[in-house]
């Protein structure tokens, strides 16, 4: 089991950037995928990007490529979402996500993980 704790919240005027921190316990993290999700109100949640337990591979969503960045420090424990050139409509609630895998593989919808974050609030003002 793997508890998620994100930072790097907060209010940024358009254009700007934000780095998101997802800090995990436990000994095994280099054995999870992990991912990014968002949730704008009265909006489903929705995949944001995701990351295999190497490292080795990404996807993202397509609102946020070439924007984005995901990546990971498996000895610190800890992904990141480093969000560049920021707009109004990336405002959400951002929430980390985890899933143990022996493979090495990229995750991408809700269902596939079964650990989450208590989300931390991005805010892009235009």
């Known amino acids: 089991q793997v508890q998620l704790v994100e930072s790097g919240g907060g209010l940024v005027p358009a254009g700007g950037s934000l780095r998101l921190s997802c800090a995990a316990s436990?000994?095994?993290?280099?054995?999870?995928?992990m991912g990014w999700f968002r949730q704008a109100p009265g909006k489903e949640r929705e995949f944001v990007a995701g990351?295999?337990?190497?490292?080795?591979?990404?996807n993202y969503a397509d609102s946020v490529k070439g924007r984005f960045t995901i990546s990971r420090d498996n000895a610190g424990n800890t992904v990141y979402l480093q969000m560049n050139t920021l707009r109004p409509e990336d405002t959400a609630v951002y929430y980390c996500?985890?899933?143990?895998?022996?493979?090495?593989?990229?995750?991408?919808?809700?269902?596939?993980?079964?650990?989450w974050g208590q989300g931390t609030q991005v805010t892009v003002s235009s």
């Open positions: 990351i295999s337990r190497t490292g080795s591979s990404t």
């Open positions: 996500a985890g899933k143990f895998s022996l493979a090495v593989v990229v995750l991408t919808t809700r269902a596939q993980y079964d650990y």
């Open positions: 436990g000994r095994t993290f280099g054995f999870y995928a």
